[in-house]
Antibody, heavy 119, light 108 residues
């Protein structure tokens, strides 16, 4: 059974870059849409973006100018970088596995990383 | 962007009773809709995809229905472990993938 283990800094200063990594264990890596989603009390669940095993990415237009999602296929890892963060970026960040392009639901999730943006 | 609206925001139901949660899309999403359950401190867990197909391991008391813009998640006989937050998500028109704001199912 696939497991998604994620880690990264829990406290980030305003204007700096949020960085998170998600490792995939126990399942195929190169057929799914690896996804980042965040959850904050004010905005509920917000889709940040995804990367396909081919390396192609799609981002939420609301975050596109600040987001980079990348793959390390040698380690079965996916990374998220969110630049120029503000307090509004404070949230629990999840990595998740998206099933396919036409059936893009998330069938496996990481445990979540709480990120606080504060000086 | 497809806006997803869930109702009610909170639903109080007695154990053993039936619960019906609604989700409405701002435009036609066909049957490209999923439902998730989230318990405190945990990630969401996939319950239903394709509007009506139960995910692996999901009990038969959970059922999904609807297509187009109106969807319902029904829990036929509520168990104690079913009291949680529920979210719908559309994947017909993306980016972006969009979620409803959630329905909290409480014990009455």
């Amino acid at each position: 059974q696939v497991q998604l283990q994620q880690w990264g800094a829990g406290l980030v200063k305003p204007s700096e870059t949020l960085s998170l990594t998600c490792a995939v264990y126990g399942g195929p890596f190169n057929v799914f849409y690896w996804t980042w989603i965040r959850q904050s009390p004010g905005k509920g669940l917000e889709w940040i973006g995804e990367i396909h095993h081919s390396g192609t990415t799609t981002y939420n237009p609301s975050l596109k100018s600040r987001v980079t999602i990348s793959l390390d296929t040698s380690k079965n890892q996916v990374s998220l970088k969110l630049r120029s963060v503000t307090a509004a970026d404070t949230a629990v960040y999840y990595c998740a596995r998206g099933w396919s392009f036409y059936h893009y639901y998330m069938d496996s999730w990481g445990t979540g990383t709480t990120v606080t943006v504060s000086s | 962007e497809v806006a997803m609206t869930q109702s009610p925001a909170t639903l109080a139901v007695s154990p053993g009773e039936r619960a019906a949660l609604s989700c409405r899309a701002s435009q036609n999403v066909s049957s490209n809709l999923a439902w998730y359950q989230q318990k405190p401190g945990q990630a969401p867990n996939l319950l239903i995809y394709g509007a009506s197909t139960r995910a692996t391991g999901v009990p038969a008391r959970f059922s999904g229905s609807g297509s187009g813009t109106e969807f319902t998640l029904t829990i036929s006989s509520l168990q104690s472990e079913d009291f949680a937050l529920y979210y719908c998500q559309q994947y017909n028109n993306w980016p972006p993938i969009t979620f409803g704001q959630g329905t909290r199912l409480e014990i009455k």
